[in-house]
């Protein structure tokens, strides 16, 4: 497959290291683009379920590609939400074509764009909430685990996938309505600050749409998630468009290995061997 060549490609809320991620399809997408800039906003790596005992070899093949991407002439610009938080201790840090950070203002063509994660909008990742978005997030985990195995029965009745996740916000009121304030809020700061574009990530919700206010108007923007709607944001041809991932597109790409065992290390040679034995005898 011939890579893409994109200007910049905005992603999101991957949650590597839990069941509910889809790494595969985030390589084979990786695989397929080659932007001058990935932004990457936010809840790349949980932080908040991360296990040694559940992190696949897909997972790593993630960070790879990305690590692969930088050493090809991509600018990688890491972007810190709430569940990666443990690294925004270290914001601002550069290491050749890798930037860590916690916010990012851009010029694209004249037009600025504001980029960041949206959690500072949300305050159950906040004080004594916090506990409870993490346990929460288990639960969601679970649920997606489970919708995974509902899809694989209707694939083999050939009907089409589902989304209890999303069928589930839908039918809430509260989550519709949470979704709704936090896209108004986000575009109205923005507005306030004369920005042109605003990009968030967080609630796992792909977005375009223009928000105007009497203060004025902003193209509001969310690049989705890579757990159930797998979206990006991309910008070509001085135009914002969502992607979304199709597996069609895809059917012959190659399966990362996810049981890969590592080969066992051993890092004394024999020449080492010899001098350690040679102090025991001569003791």
């Known amino acids: 497959m011939q890579k893409r060549a994109i200007d910049v490609v905005v992603l999101s809320d991957v949650h590597l290291g839990t069941y509910g991620c889809h790494a595969k399809e985030i390589v084979n997408y990786l695989k397929s683009i080659s932007p001058q800039l990935l932004i990457l906003n936010g809840d790349i790596i949980d932080g908040w379920q991360f296990s040694k005992r559940y992190f696949p070899a897909a997972h790593m093949q993630v960070i790879k590609e990305i690590i692969n991407l930088s050493s090809s002439g991509t600018r990688v610009i890491y ?6 938080e443990m690294l925004r201790r270290y914001s601002d840090v550069e290491l050749g074509n890798f930037q860590l950070t916690d ?38 985990d679970m649920l997606i685990l489970f919708n995974r195995c509902i899809n694989w029965c209707l694939k083999l009745m050939k009907k089409e996938k589902m989304s ?28 306030e600050k004369k920005y042109d574009y605003i990009i968030c990530g967080h609630i796992h919700q792909p977005q375009k749409r223009v928000i105007e206010t009497k203060n004025g108007k ?16 991309e ?22 290995n996810i049981n890969k065992t590592n080969p066992a290390v051993n890092v004394i040679t024999n020449e080492i061997n010899l001098f350690i034995n040679s102090l025991i005898t001569n003791r």
Not at 79 to 84: L, Q, R, S, V
């Open 103 to 140: 916010k990012l203002v851009m010029d694209l063509n004249g037009k600025m764009t504001w980029i960041f994660h949206g959690d500072v909008f949300d305050a159950s990742t906040k004080g004594s909430a916090k506990l409870l978005a993490k346990f929460g997030g288990h639960g969601y």
């Open 235 to 256: 910008y070509k041809n001085n135009e914002w468009n969502i992607y979304h991932y199709d597996e069609k597109e895809f059917s012959g790409a190659k399966v990362v």
């Open 79 to 84: 972007i810190t939400g709430n569940h990666d």
């Open 164 to 191: 209890l996740s999303k069928k589930i916000k839908n039918s809430v009121k509260k989550a519709v309505k949470w979704v709704a304030d936090f896209e108004q809020i986000a575009a109205e700061l923005a507005i």
């Open 218 to 233: 902003v193209t509001y923007m969310n690049s989705g998630d890579w757990v159930e709607n797998l979206t990006s944001l």
